[in-house]
């Protein structure tokens, strides 16, 4: 953000603000004045909404740069608009040009992993067989709407199961509970997760049991490493 004073007189005083949309956190910002010709920053530092003033000698510039952060639940377009007023004893012959927007148009990225155990290398026909399936988001936006998939195979029957979002408010199952398999639209914002225990018999057969279980983006939603969004547990039937 460059405030310049074009002349002819010097000015003391300039109001600089810059009100952060919501859609901007945790911001901080600097102000550098130029020295030749002469400015003073009022303000070298700060952070949060720009409140401050500055001296600018004619031709002279002061030059905040302004760091924020992209809230995780933010969308489409971020507008970020600064302003410049003269003190009061001041008349600026153009007046237009006392204010800039900048217009950032957001793209959310998430990371959702997925993983799937039954803590056992092996298990017997007719035994109950228990899953622990973790849907996880690694950020750095928030999700609504990912779709967890696990088809039971026909290798297990009865299956019955349960859905607990850690923590809440943050994280949404959608559906706590259901029987057979599971195809649920699930919410996740940075960081949270929702965890589904599945619990089934296993059938009469020789080989093992195979179980996976995957998570999907919704539309509009960019996930940068899809390789961690499927998971098989493999159990050996004795």
């Known amino acids: 953000i460059v405030v310049t004073n074009e002349g002819p007189s010097n000015v003391t005083g300039v109001a600089v603000n810059d009100a952060l949309p919501g859609a901007l956190t945790a911001a901080t910002w600097t102000c550098t004045p130029s020295s030749s010709p002469d400015a003073t920053c009022t303000n070298p530092t700060g952070t949060g909404n720009i409140a401050t003033t500055v001296d600018l000698d004619a031709g002279a ?5 302004l760091a924020a952060t992209v809230a995780p639940d933010a969308t489409g377009t971020v507008t970020n608009t600064a302003t410049l007023t003269p003190p009061s004893n001041y008349t600026d012959n153009t007046s237009s040009d006392n204010q800039a ?9 998430a990371d959702l992993a997925i ?3 039954d803590n056992a290398a092996a298990a017997s026909s007719g035994a109950l067989i ?16 990912a779709r967890v998939v696990d088809v039971i195979p026909g290798t297990l029957s009865g299956a019955t199961w349960t859905c607990v979002a850690d923590p809440v408010p943050g994280a949404d199952c959608g559906v706590a509970s259901g029987s057979g398999s599971i195809d649920q639209l699930v919410d996740l ?6 965890t589904y225990t599945v619990d089934a018999t296993v059938a009469a057969v020789n080989g093992t049991v195979s179980n996976t279980a995957t998570v999907a983006a919704p539309s509009g939603i960019t996930d940068p490493d899809t390789d961690n969004n499927t998971d098989t547990d493999t ?3 004795d």
């Open 130 to 145: 228990s899953y622990a399936i973790v849907v996880s988001n690694a950020g750095p936006s928030d999700v609504a709407g």
């Open 101 to 109: 927007s900048d217009d950032t148009n957001t793209t959310p990225i």
């Open 189 to 194: 914002d940075s960081g949270t997760t929702v």
């Open 235 to 237: 159990t050996l039937v």
């Open 61 to 65: 510039t002061a030059t905040f740069v």
């Open 115 to 117: 993983t799937k155990t």
